[in-house]
C-alpha cells in the first residue's frame, strides 16, 4: 500500500489533543487600565473555620490598588510602597510594594496582571475558567474566572490548607480616578508598626 503523507499528519494532528484556547476576558485582562468592584473574601479553614468579608477594590496600572473592607480596615498602594490602616487598633504599617509582592504573589497578580506570564502558565479550564499553574514551587496554584469580559472570582490554597476564594461582586471599569485615590488616609495619632524582617 502506497504512503500517504497527508493521511499520516491528519491522524497524527487527530491523535493529539489541541490545547483550548484560553477566553478572550483572560487575554484581556492585562490591558485593562482602571478596574473596581465590591467584592467578598471567603476563607475555609480546619483551624478558624469559615470565614468572609465584604468591601470595596480600585485597581489600576503602576501597581495602584484601594481597598476598603466594610469593617473599616484599608490597604492602599500607590505603585511605590503598600500601606494597611486598621482603625480598630488605629495602627498602620507601610512595607515596600517590591517586598509585598514577593511575600504574596496574589498581590502581584492583581496589581500588575503583566507579571502572571512570569509567574504562571495559563491553561483553559473550560468555559471562561482559567487554571493558573505555578512555575515556582512556593507559590499556589490558582483557578480564574470571568463574567461579562472581566475577571470574576480567583480560588486558590493557601499554604495553611485553608480554601481562599475571591469574587468581584460587580467589576467595571471606570474612568481614571484622581491622583488622591490612592493616597493612604491615616489619622494622626495612629501608632506606626515595623514590619518584620
Avoid at 31 to 50: H, T
Amino acid at each position: 500500500m502506497a504512503f500517504r503523507p497527508h493521511a499520516f499528519c491528519l491522524a497524527t494532528l487527530l491523535a493529539v489533543p489541541l490545547a483550548a484556547a484560553l477566553p478572550g476576558w483572560w487575554t484581556a485582562f492585562p490591558k485593562v487600565p482602571v478596574l473596581a468592584s465590591r467584592f467578598r473574601q471567603e476563607s475555609d479553614s480546619a483551624v478558624f473555620g469559615k470565614m468572609a468579608r465584604e468591601g470595596n477594590l480600585l485597581l489600576a496600572r503602576g501597581g495602584k490598588l484601594k481597598v476598603t473592607y466594610d469593617s473599616g480596615l484599608t490597604v492602599t498602594s500607590d505603585g511605590r510602597h503598600l500601606v494597611q490602616y486598621d482603625p480598630d487598633t488605629r495602627t498602620a504599617q507601610r512595607v515596600e510594594l517590591a517586598r509585598a509582592v514577593r511575600d504574596f504573589p496574589l498581590l502581584g497578580i492583581l496589581l500588575d496582571p503583566a507579571r502572571i506570564g512570569t509567574l504562571y502558565r495559563a491553561e483553559s479550564a473550560g468555559g471562561e475558567a482559567v487554571k493558573l499553574v505555578p512555575r515556582a514551587p512556593d507559590i499556589p496554584a490558582l483557578t480564574a474566572t470571568g463574567r461579562k469580559g472581566l475577571l470574576h472570582t480567583l480560588e486558590w490554597t493557601d499554604p495553611t490548607g485553608a480554601r481562599q476564594r475571591l469574587e468581584l461582586l460587580d467589576p467595571k471599569t471606570p474612568p481614571s480616578p484622581g491622583p488622591t485615590a490612592f493616597k493612604a488616609q491615616v489619622p494622626p495619632g495612629t501608632r506606626w508598626a515595623t514590619p518584620n524582617g
